[in-house]
């Protein structure tokens, strides 16, 4: 009997330790969407914020609209290169800064 509990234990003891693994992948899983969401809105905000609608700021970077208001709309998410695209017609850049926690 004491084996069969030992062996419990240890398979017990082995998921808990894969579902703390899956809810540490899931948390940064959330904080890439968060920040992804929150860098949409931000292009978006700064795009009307200069007055472009997304067919000229499309027109600018030589990007399709639908693609654009599919990003906007959180519908597809934007490579690395569109965002560039996006932010130099915007005259804004990406800057790196260590995280404060």
Do not use: G, V, W
Request: glycine share 0%; net charge neutral.
């Amino acid at each position: 009997m004491d084996k069969y509990i030992k062996e419990e234990k240890e398979r017990i003891d082995k998921e808990y330790s894969l579902i703390e693994e899956l809810n540490s992948y899931q948390e940064k899983e959330k904080r890439i969407l968060d920040i992804e969401i929150e860098l949409i809105d931000e292009l978006s905000r700064l795009r009307k914020e200069k007055q472009l609608s997304q067919k000229e700021l499309c027109e600018i970077i030589n990007f399709k609209q639908p693609t654009l208001a599919k990003i906007e709309k959180r519908k597809n998410s934007p490579q690395l290169s569109t965002l560039i695209k996006i932010l130099d017609a915007l005259d804004y850049h990406i800057e790196f800064k260590k995280n404060s926690n």
